[in-house]
Nanobody, 119 residues
Framework: QVQLVESGGGLVQPGGSLRLSCTAS????????MRWYRQIPGNQRELVAV???????TYADSVKGRFFISRASVKNTVYLRMNSLKPEDTAVYYC?????????????WGQGTQVTVSS
């Protein structure tokens, strides 16, 4: 019933920008937080950014000043704007949300979207 759908990944040159989006849908009662993670193959998933229902944000040190998480005008949608991209930003990016629906608050994950930063 609850699902996250991501879009916006792709190939970009170093120094370029991308905007990822994630939309939660289903029988949603409330969303406590939305998060972006990334994962390089063979590595553990890394928390990149967090947006709480109150509007506060946190970022991994590696992306501070370059990445920005924000709420979109579209209901239950969050963006991750990525600027000044570096090759080391190459990863699969996942949206994650803590959502209360017909069941108690549960973490949901998007399918992931590939971001490749390369010349």
């Amino acid at each position: 019933q609850v699902q996250l759908v991501e879009s916006g990944g792709g190939l970009v040159q170093p120094g370029g920008s991308l905007r990822l989006s994630c939309t939660a849908s289903g029988s949603i009662v409330s969303i406590n937080a939305m998060r972006w993670y990334r994962q390089i193959p063979g590595n553990q998933r890394e928390l990149v950014a967090v947006l709480t229902s109150g509007g506060s944000t946190t970022y991994a040190d590696s992306v501070k000043g370059r990445f920005f998480i924000s709420r979109a005008s579209v209901k239950n949608t969050v963006y991750l704007r990525m600027n000044s991209l570096k090759p080391e930003d190459t990863a699969v990016y996942y949206c994650n949300a803590a959502i209360r629906s017909v069941v108690p608050e549960t973490d949901y994950w998007g399918q992931g979207t590939q971001v490749t930063v390369s010349s």
